[in-house]
């Protein structure tokens, strides 16, 4: 039976039968690969442990006729500091969940899994101690995944009269332009969000900058809130549907508070 070795990220598995489980890996050269486990639910399975959500893995897989098998499993990184912390841990299963939702099955990009990995590198450091900088990144993430899939806001200027965007200017977000308007433009569009300069300008950083540059950004709690409306809402669009962590994200800051 032939096989093959690649690089992945655990993204999402489900249980199949008493004691197997089907697993999605975002792999760095061969797109999203679903391939199940036989008996990984048994206590003493070998491949159990190795294939946690987020886990980082060199698997090998034999080729099957509907899916493709795993029979071999090594953890390359398994980022300790997420797990423990349950706001990040809500945070990567909306990710992943994107990464799930907007990636196309057999779409291949390397930089997109550059990206995922960059990203919980730095949520499981020291850079991101608090909720606001762990929102910060993962709004970063969201935004850099968009522009990778050729869904980046237009935030420069209008998307109806091409007027160059000012700093103190008042702007909306239409998703279904997939940009700002100015408010000259903005008549009948009854459903979209008013943003403040304050958040353009933190939304034009995240298509911009670094995550260790954005992770370092003071913003207070009420731009940061616009900000995950913004492009939730955007994802939202693209999708058609709401994605099911952020049910479990709400649930979390509710715990916080």
Partial sequence: MPTYRTKGIVIKYSDLRETDRIFTVFTANMGKVRAVAKGVR??????????????????ELAIGRNLDTIIGVQNVTHFPNIRSNLDKTSQVYYLTELIDQLVPDEYKDTRIFDLLVSTLKILDSDICPSEVETSLVAQTFKMKLLQLLGFAPQLNQCVKCSQAAQPTGDYFFDNRLGGIKCRSCQSGGKQNISLS??????????????????SQIA?????????EEVLDNCIKFIIEKEPRSLRFIAKVKGLAK
Avoid: C
């Avoid at 159990?48 to 060199?58: A, C, E, I, T």
């Avoid at 304050?198 to 911009?208: D, F, H, N, S």
């Avoid at 913003?219 to 900000?227: P, Q, V």
């Fill in 197 to 214: 300069p304050a958040t353009l300008k933190i939304l034009r950083a995240l298509a911009r900058e670094d995550f260790l540059y954005v």
């Fill in 42 to 59: 048994k206590t003493l399975s070998k491949l159990g442990g190795h294939l946690d959500l987020f886990n980082v893995v060199q698997i």
């Fill in 219 to 227: 913003i207070d709690s009420k731009t940061l809130a616009m900000t």
